[in-house]
């Protein structure tokens, strides 16, 4: 089985840029971004979440949240423009953005948020965090006394969840899930999607990795689409460009996958 490391050390090889050093890394955050995204669009975002993403991870050519602004920077510049599952004309827009559960503590950040009257689109991005099994764990407070809002199926989730070892992070999902749904109670007009938006390579048949992550996915969807309070989507970023062939966002995402797309 692979490890992360080997496929960092693939991306660092296939991008061949003089300015990344032999670990991978940009010397600054701006030298990370595609052209036309300013920092400026995002650095307020970044530093108000928990992450910390800036002060290093971010200047990785394998960084996650460089993926997510390189792709959604452009959304966030452009909201009003941005159609997205059948919804437009979002006035919203914002990145690591937090929905409280109502239990304390920090919330898990989701990447890149949109919204408007109708609406709000959650995602969750992944880049190479697919490559490595984590451990679903919940605090014991994930219980009906604290979560009394929630019906009993998010309670069996986490109950047939806890301790599951798999590719997918399914603990930091059904977390999202719950404070979408808190968000949900203040704002019953809206409806709530999340969404799992994940990349792999074009060979990505060859690894084991992706294949037992894809597994664990769809194990997962069919689990967590019987509830009745949000919709779940998941998509790979080389079907969400696809989507965009024909829009005014459609030169951004060719140079995501000039960037991104690619054979391991």
């Known amino acids: ?82 159609n997205c599952f059948d919804y437009s004309n979002f006035d919203n827009a914002q990145f690591e953005r937090q929905f409280r559960t109502g239990l304390g503590g920090t919330p898990p950040n989701l990447d890149f948020t949109i919204e408007n009257e109708e609406v709000v689109i959650a995602i969750e991005s992944k880049y190479l965090e697919i490559t490595t099994r984590k451990k679903a764990k919940f605090v014991d407070s994930y219980n009906k006394e604290k979560l009394n809002y929630l019906k009993d199926f998010w309670f069996k989730l986490t109950r047939d969840y806890t301790d599951y070892n798999s590719y997918l992070d399914v603990a930091q999902l059904i977390k999202h899930s719950i404070g979408l749904i ?23 048949k060859s690894f084991p990795n992706f294949v037992e992550h894809k597994k664990d996915l769809i194990e997962f969807e069919n689990e967590i689409k019987k509830n009745e309070d949000l919709k779940f989507i998941s998509t790979t970023y080389n079907e969400f460009w696809k989507s965009y062939n024909n829009s005014i966002f459609s030169e951004h995402f060719d140079k995501m996958k000039k960037r991104y797309k690619i054979e391991i």
């Open 182 to 204: 808190n968000y949900k109670r203040e704002n019953p007009e809206k409806d709530i999607i999340l969404v799992y938006l994940y990349w792999l390579p074009d060979n990505y």
């Open 1 to 82: 089985m692979a490890t992360r490391k080997t496929f960092e050390k693939a991306i660092i090889e296939k991008c061949k840029n003089p300015k990344v050093n032999a670990n991978g890394y940009f010397l600054n955050n701006s030298e990370n971004l595609l052209d036309g995204i300013n920092i400026d669009l995002f650095q307020e975002d970044l530093m108000s979440g928990s992450g910390n993403e800036l002060k290093s991870k971010f200047n990785a050519i394998f960084s996650s949240s460089a993926l997510a602004v390189n792709n959604f920077s452009i959304v966030k510049k452009h909201p009003s423009k941005f």
